[in-house]
């Protein structure tokens, strides 16, 4: 194998040592244990520079790579962090030393791919907006607890308010923490939207029930741990909304994008970048992300083509701005995603739509152009009297008899 790099050097990383392996055309091997401290890791950063190092590989196992690449990053050299599947050795012997040697001379030989990793205020950017969805679900979760707690007390508020959690609900719940059981008393608050005041008799008879200290003191964490959480996602928007800034012109483009909307574009720039061009074309991102079919065929029999999981964060987030680009009226995306869903179901016509947002947002942001909305009658446009034929069949089927005959202008 011909070597490209001349001077490499592959890391071996695991929680408490990292194994260096130096290779250099025209001199003997360095092989070396440091450990993971901040210490140890500048000794490693000053035997590459010592050693004239030009490139470094190393894998990503879990996030012991992340203290790693934080002390190399600023450094003279390329760094390649490898996907685990790409440098997978022979099975056998092995252990750390043959590890990072496999892996230097991988990097040397020009085998390794490295992995896209944004700068830096989009990292810090992304770990933003995941542990602000973390914080979304831990509140989901104390929310289903609520609703639990409230069935013990016997308290049936589900069946005059679709959500609990609403102005009249959360004035309710606040009562009843407080100590507050009487139902007339807290069907007051039924008064708060005039569309509930039909059910303020109904609601008295529901809010009737067995809500003992214990109930209510529970009913008062759960109330303190959804405010807590909601407080901290919070403080969240208001660093991101900050690192948004320079990016001011592609958070509003993406916008122009059916389903996305303020909080969704914020994402997707947090999992993206702005920066499209690490991507040779949209076919290397969609792959990336994990919203293209998988290839795999062998002997000339295609075999399962799942999606692989890619980045779950993102396809999370497009997902969600899938379902509602198809509760957006008159657009192309919901009038593909009914073409779609009568054909293959709706979870995979959901998959396509959140694949073609993915495609324009990487145009949006490599050409910094806004979404071309092609219109809900896009498939129907121009096939009149195709579907005036099909339809006359389907009426004719039915046993009438159909005469076309045009309204006026």
């Given amino acids: 194998m011909d070597i490209i790099v001349m001077k490499g050097c592959g890391l071996d990383v695991h929680q408490a040592t990292v194994v260096a392996c130096i290779q250099r055309q025209g ?23 010592e050693q004239q190092i030009t490139h ?20 003279a050299w390329e760094i390649v962090l490898a996907n685990a599947r790409h440098m997978k050795n022979v099975p056998g012997r092995k252990t750390d030393v043959q590890d990072c040697e496999w892996i230097c001379k991988l990097l040397r030989t020009g085998f390794l791919k490295a992995s896209f990793i944004p700068q ?80 303020k008799q109904q609601a008295i008879s529901c809010l009737n029930g067995r809500t003992t200290p214990h109930h209510q003191m529970m009913l008062r964490s759960m109330l303190g741990t959804i405010c807590y959480y909601q407080k901290q996602i919070d403080t969240m928007n208001a660093e991101v909304s900050k690192l948004l800034g320079p990016y001011k012109q592609e958070y509003e483009l993406l916008q122009s994008i059916p389903g996305v909307k303020e909080k969704a574009a914020g994402h997707i720039i947090a999992e993206l970048s702005a ?51 198809t509760k957006t009226k008159d657009t192309y995306l919901r009038a593909k995603f009914y073409k779609l869903a009568s054909r293959m179901g709706k979870k995979k016509a ?60």
């Fill in 56 to 75: 470094v590989a190393m894998e990503s196992t879990g996030v012991y790579w992340k203290p790693v690449y934080n002390i190399l990053e600023d450094g």
């Fill in 275 to 325: 920066n499209m061009y690490v991507f040779p074309d949209e076919q290397h991102l969609s792959s990336w992300a994990g919203l293209s079919p998988g290839s795999n065929e062998s002997a000339g029999k295609k075999r399962s083509s799942r999606m692989r999981n890619g980045n779950t964060h993102l396809r999370a987030i497009l997902t969600e701005c899938a379902w509602a680009a």
């Fill in 120 to 199: 830096e205020d989009i990292r810090l950017m992304r770990s933003y907006t995941r542990c602000q969805k973390n914080f979304q679900y831990n509140i989901q979760n104390e929310k289903n607890r609520v609703h639990k707690l409230l069935q013990e007390c016997n308290i049936k508020l589900t069946q005059v308010l679709s959500d609990i959690f609403g102005l009249a609900g959360t004035r309710i719940l606040n009562d009843l923490a407080a100590g507050i059981t009487e139902p007339v008393e807290l069907a007051k608050h039924m008064e708060a939207d005039k569309r509930l005041l039909p059910k």
């Fill in 27 to 49: 001199f003997d091997k360095i092989i070396r244990t440091f450990g993971t401290t901040t210490e140890e890791l500048l000794d490693l950063k000053q035997l590459l520079k």
């Fill in 350 to 409: 959901l998959a396509a739509i959140a694949h073609k947002i993915l495609i324009s947002c990487y145009h949006i942001l490599k050409y910094k152009i806004p979404f071309k909305e092609l219109g809900g009658d896009y498939f129907t446009k121009g096939k009149e009297d195709t579907l005036l034929l099909h339809y006359q069949k389907k009426l004719q089927k039915l046993g009438y008899r159909v005469v076309l005959q045009p309204i006026e202008a």
